[in-house]
């Protein structure tokens, strides 16, 4: 990651940010000249409403392993996908193409694993195969990190044993799901010294030994002994420490917050103007629909196309992968009607 510290390090005029520390998995700066509802603003765009891709959808042709097809349909929508230009996807409601899941819209990955020997089998993230054509080289493919190059493990099996998935990585945003989170952690602070009692310390005997500073505190100067209280004072520097799944990297995610925060101010700004010239909002803001927020939303999200539930799985048994090998809706036993009625809510 470039930065240029001549553009950030000017005048102390508008907002000011320091990068104290960046690598590739996460980033530490301090962002000053700002009040506090926009700064805990991009925290919570960086949190919630950054989009991503995650595994969205699966289709089970065979699970003979010994966990579920739930369970084992939960593990891999939390298995990180590189989302590198996820732009280029685009929201499977908006999509004109399809009524589910298409090239436009979606990744295809397939997970293909059988264990054929006496030892147990442990099936990675690296044995996910992403499917052609996709939107750009580099969505869809599983983050692995670890220097053995083999990723997040999805499931054990022993011999006989086999599975074999298809699944649909769609674009969507944590707000809806915290599989689609950019971020595994954003440290936030501000006032380290608690100047502002903005904190009330509930202490034992010395808050100062029961509640130490933390490492920002030695950005900032301690207060004087005996000072008077400032009842006019704002807070006017922030701590950030985001840490990244490995979809975005860290600049790119406090950047697509930026950018989330500007597509939400230009709708205001078009609404409350009244102008059907957005031109001159969009920027690096992206496309605004003045009647309506063209920001970061999940595929699932109300006002879309009306969609049925998606249980995020099917089975070779039809029904919306609701039924059992027993029939019905999973209302049903071997032995008939449960307990509670023929639907188990009687």
């Known amino acids: 990651m470039d930065y240029d510290p001549m553009a950030m390090d000017g005048e102390d005029v508008g907002p000011r940010v320091t990068i104290r520390e960046a690598d590739s998995a996460r980033v530490d700066f301090t962002l000053q000249n700002v009040d506090l509802a926009f700064a805990n603003s991009l925290r919570r765009a960086i949190l919630a409403e950054v989009p991503t ?20 349909t939960h593990r891999l929508g939390l298995i990180p996908l590189n989302s590198k230009n ?23 990955l397939t997970l293909h694993a059988r264990c054929t020997g006496d030892e147990v089998m442990r099936v990675y993230a690296r044995d996910l195969v992403v499917g052609e054509p996709r939107p750009n080289e580099w969505v869809g493919n599983p983050v692995i990190t670890d220097p053995e190059g083999l990723g997040s493990v999805i499931l054990k099996l022993r011999k006989g044993q086999e599975v074999r998935m298809k699944c649909i990585a769609k674009k969507g945003i944590a707000k809806e799901h915290a599989k689609w989170a950019p971020t595994s952690a954003v440290g936030f602070e501000y006032d380290p010294h608690n100047k502002l009692r903005h904190v009330d310390y509930w202490y034992e005997q010395d808050p100062a030994k029961e509640w130490p500073r933390s490492a920002n ?84 999200i109300n006002g879309g196309r009306d969609y049925e539930m998606d249980h995020g799985y099917t089975t070779p048994y039809a029904n919306g992968g609701g039924a059992s090998a027993w029939g019905g809706g999973g209302g049903a036993t071997p032995y008939g009607a449960t307990p509670y009625g023929q639907n188990g809510w009687a």
């Open 217 to 300: 505190s030695d950005w900032e100067d301690p207060p004087q002994e005996g000072a008077p209280f400032d009842y006019d004072a704002l807070p006017s520097r922030f701590y950030y420490d985001v840490e990244t799944v490995g979809s975005l990297e860290p600049d790119a995610i406090i950047q697509q917050g930026i950018k989330v925060l500007q597509q939400k101010l230009a709708s205001v700004i078009a609404e409350l103007t009244g102008s059907d010239d957005t031109g001159a909002l969009n920027g690096a803001a992206g496309d605004v629909d003045i009647n309506g927020y063209g920001g970061p939303r999940s595929p699932a």
């Open 53 to 72: 891709l995650a595994v969205d959808l699966v289709e089970v042709e065979a699970n003979t392993s010994v966990l579920a097809d739930e369970f084992i």
């Open 86 to 108: 996820v732009d280029d996807v685009v929201y499977s409601r908006d999509c004109e193409n399809c009524d589910q899941y298409c090239e436009q819209c979606s990744v295809t």
